[in-house]
């Protein structure tokens, strides 16, 4: 393990959530930092609830340069920022914050590092269709992103169907009516990605097996288990399937290229991941 160089001009980053304690976050982005020669440590920093309005001022007091945010917090945090990118004005939902021209301004990393996990493995976005199953978070973000790639065609499937109706007339006002459905598609489509919480805790797919044999490629946004029913199912179809592995890495690699304005050490942070989930 690389050990830091930690000096009277060490900064510190960190992640803020309710409970932190199983974030693999702290080790990947300190070893990340050291790996680069960025002076800086990252610490899980569990916060309660009433205390998030004086948080942005302890940190700024304390020099915090940035950091992460993480379940409860990734809605509650915005109206307490300076300013948003675009993403997460949209979204209403921040997953990274950092001080520009001492503003604390927030952006969400979590839609754009799940296409970066698909363009890295060589799966094309742009001109292809999607089903996403879900339309909590962290669904919202991924159809964004999607969407923002060039994806032609988006089917938003939930279990609660008037939750798909709002996100994909809100998509469509921004994208255009033409690009979504909601409900699954008939014919299928290339892409399946599910961002419900179906196969965390169960053997349990979010999509019969019958069903998923009109996809050609499946992300489970699930990395514990690291393969679910759903994966299992695609595996045994014959389907290019990944696990959520992939966002949560590229999800801190963009937040540490807006961090340090260098490229991430993205080999050595996907090491620092499956380290960490061998371990669990
Ligand atoms: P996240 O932030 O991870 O997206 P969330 O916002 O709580 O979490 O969203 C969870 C998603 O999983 C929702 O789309 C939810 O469907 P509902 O909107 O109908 O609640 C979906 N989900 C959770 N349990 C489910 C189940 N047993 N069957 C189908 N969908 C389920």
Request: proline content about 6%; aromatic content about 8%.
């Amino acid at each position: 393990m690389l050990f830091p160089a930690i000096d009277g001009t060490t900064t510190l980053y960190g992640i803020i959530g309710n409970p932190v304690a199983h974030s693999f976050s702290p080790l990947m982005h300190s070893q990340a930092f050291w790996q680069v020669g960025h002076k800086a440590l990252y610490l899980p920093f569990p916060v309660e609830p009433e205390d998030l309005p004086q948080l942005l001022e302890a940190f700024r007091i304390a020099s915090v340069q940035g950091f992460n945010v993480t379940v409860p917090y990734k809605e509650a945090i915005v109206p307490f920022l300076d300013d948003l990118t675009e993403e997460a004005q949209l979204l209403g939902s921040v997953n990274t914050v950092w001080r520009e021209a001492g503003r604390w301004k927030g952006h969400s990393t979590d839609g754009p590092g799940f296409v970066r996990g698909l363009k890295e493995r060589g799966w094309q976005v742009e001109g292809r269709s999607a089903t996403l199953l879900g339309a909590g978070g962290s669904a919202k973000a991924v159809a964004f992103s999607l969407l923002k790639a060039g994806l032609a065609q988006l089917h938003i499937k939930n279990r609660t169907r008037a939750k798909a109706e709002e996100l994909a007339s809100k998509l469509a006002e921004i994208f255009g009516a033409d690009r979504l459905s909601v409900g699954l598609p008939e014919g299928g489509a290339d892409l399946l990605v599910n961002c419900t919480s179906v196969g965390l805790k169960a053997d349990l797919s979010p999509l019969p097996k019958g069903q998923l044999e009109a996809y050609r490629q499946v992300v489970d946004i699930i990395y514990n288990p690291a393969q679910t029913r759903l994966l299992k199912d695609a595996q045994d179809l014959g389907l290019e399937w990944d696990n959520g592995l992939a966002m949560l890495l590229y999800q801190g690699v963009e937040s540490f290229e807006i961090w340090t304005g260098r490229p991430a050490p993205v080999a050595l942070m996907k090491e620092t991941l499956a380290a960490q989930l061998q371990g669990k």
